[in-house]
């Protein structure tokens, strides 16, 4: 890991994840309940406002700078000179040390996605896509999934307790490096991606879990952050099988237990053998 060398004056302001509220059950009687935080954040970057994001309010800062990052509004982390976050009033106001460039032109064309806790995207979804390259030699043998697998399964998290949010990991193999929640995916994404910019951590051998679909969004966002490897344990759609072919992302979804399905980047997956005589 390298850090920045000019890293970011931020803000620590987490908000709480769960808040306990009453309900009934089925019988009348009254249960106290633990459920998700819900929150409006509005991001200003050099005092423009940019747009609002529905977020658990876990990492707005990260949030906040992985979202810059995966819409392709900033290149490098050293060109934030801070992040801060005000509940008061709802707002996370980024400062650069240069502007953003065209930012009307860059955030003119807006594409609704499927994404929840967000559902926009600025530009075009297949901008750059072709230039990017993952890295070749990174490999992922089958056991290490399942141990994978079985850390983010026995991962404490907030969807245990309250549910209605979706999860993602960053691991080095089997070993969670981050873990974010949020009420959307694209949030967690984002967050992650905010993480390693601030940590400078490199993604060439990295694997991404979600516990969300594996939209195109979703892979181009994995493919940004230089990860070969996206896996899931929801499914996938037409538009994000075809981009992870185009780029080589190693695809993994339906991946529960000992169970998953490999739909792309095979070259890359180191299957266990079978016993002698199977």
Known sequence: MTAPARRPRLTRAARPATFTVDAHDESGALVPTRIAGEHPLTLYVDKREVLTMMTLGAAPEALAIGFLRNQRLVQSIDEIVSVQVDWDVGAVAVTTRGGLADLDARTRKRTATTGCGQGTVFGDLMEDIESIRLPGGASLDEETLFALLNNVRLHESIYKEAGAVHGCALARGSEILTFVEDVGRHNAVDAIAGWMWLEGVDGSDKVFYTT???????????????????????????????????VGITLIGRAVNRRYLLFTGAERFVRREPPAGA
């Open 212 to 246: 969300g679909r594996l939209t195109s969004e979703m892979v181009i966002k994995a493919a940004q952050m230089g990860i070969p490897f996206l896996v899931s344990r929801s499914g996938l759609t037409k538009m994000g099988h075809e981009i992870a072919r185009m």
